[in-house]
């Protein structure tokens, strides 16, 4: 098991598989999402921080790094199901507060 960046992020890449798919599309993220492995390999993932081995008094800590993810990982699946993507979510800015056009400013 690789992680992309070298040990320490959550996400993981497969060596063996490797398929092209459009992870920008709504059915990807919401499919992608809903599938149980990537829940498991979410929460098992919290397991194997490299944080963890590199500071061992962090140990007690992670019931809260747990919990933490956890609410992470709720807000991450509001946002796809709103926003179809984190791309458009951070692109909020667009569609509220002020907006500055050709023929003023928008509110």
């Known amino acids: 098991m690789q992680y992309i960046d070298q040990g320490n992020a959550i996400s ?3 060596v063996q598989v490797r398929r092209l798919q459009k992870k920008n599309s709504l059915f990807y993220q919401q499919s992608f999402l809903e599938t149980e492995e990537f829940s498991h390999r979410y929460e098992k993932n919290i397991e194997e921080l490299k944080i963890f081995k590199d500071d061992p008094n962090l140990n007690e800590f992670k019931e809260h790094f747990k919990f ?7 807000q991450l699946e509001q946002i796809i199901k709103v926003e179809s993507c984190l791309k458009d979510f951070a692109k909020g800015y667009e569609k509220y507060g002020f907006v500055i056009s050709e023929s003023g400013i928008l509110h």
């Open 12 to 14: 993981m890449k497969s």
């Open 68 to 74: 933490r993810n956890g609410k992470f990982y709720e």
